[in-house]
T-cell receptor, first 113, second 113 residues
Framework: GENVEQHPSTLSVQEGDSAVIKCTYS??????FPWYKQELGKRPQLIID?????GEKKDQRIAVTLNKTAKHFSLHITETQPEDSAVYFC????????????FGQGTELSVKP | EPEVTQTPSHQVTQMGQEVILRCVPI?????FYWYRQILGQKVEFLVS????????KSEIFDDQFSVERPDGSNFTLKIRSTKLEDSAMYFC???????????FGQGTRLTVV
């Protein structure tokens, strides 16, 4: 069945360092890959997304890369700040599933000042 | 900024009781979803709804669950006979296209006792 694996489950970095979170997906027909940030007790909020016709996308300190052949995609956060501390979820979707998102297990990122 | 709103924020119910969780999606959105998140775990897809019918549902969404769009603004999730394992945060989401950003509500924390 459809599955998204996400690693690591926890990540601790020093303020200013970079953080990388990796996901692999099983459904080769997936063509939309969003990343959500969820602060404690809050709703998931989209931080960046990428579609399968693009290999990389960047938005200020956040970037996502996609390797369709290997079926994996990664989130890169540079110059991390304490307010980046949260749980990050990757997800995958494909058009003919009506937008259903299959989420990874989440990565708890802790940025130490 | 428009947002998805959910009521109630917290619901406590006795096992075997029926509950209705309510959502008001963003007004011009066409696709509606319910997800659930058991404490400390990943977000899991329950059901998607488009053009006044279910477009896809997961294995979790069994006969105890139903969804309805009773009017032009509300989208509800009904659990007919709640079980202890239904305790979770339930998120409603909506978007205006299958591969566009899904906006999540703030969630309803359901506690079954």
């Amino acid at each position: 069945g459809e599955n998204v694996e996400q690693h690591p489950s926890t990540l601790s970095v020093q303020e200013g360092d970079s953080a990388v979170i990796k996901c692999t997906y099983s459904d080769s027909a997936s063509n939309y890959f969003p990343w959500y940030k969820q602060e404690l007790g809050k709703r998931p909020q989209l931080i960046i997304d990428i579609r399968s016709n693009v290999g990389e996308k960047k938005d200020q300190r956040i970037a996502v890369t996609l390797n369709k052949t290997a079926k994996h995609f990664s989130l890169h956060i540079t110059e991390t700040q304490p307010e980046d501390s949260a749980v990050y979820f990757c997800a995958a979707s494909r058009y003919n599933q009506g937008g259903k998102l299959i989420f990874g297990q989440g990565t708890e990122l802790s940025v130490k000042p | 900024e428009p947002e998805v709103t959910q009521t109630p924020s917290h619901q406590v119910t006795q096992m075997g009781q029926e509950v209705i969780l309510r959502c008001v999606p963003i007004s011009n959105h066409l696709y509606f979803y319910w997800y659930r998140q058991i404490l400390g775990q990943k977000v899991e897809f329950l059901v998607s709804f488009y053009n006044n019918e279910i477009s896809e549902k997961s294995e979790i969404f069994d006969d105890q669950f139903s969804v309805e769009r009773p009017d032009g603004s509300n989208f509800t999730l009904k659990i007919r006979s709640t079980k202890l394992e239904d305790s979770a945060m339930y998120f409603c989401a909506s978007n205006d296209g299958a591969l566009t950003e899904a906006f999540f509500g703030q969630g309803t924390r359901l506690t079954v006792v």
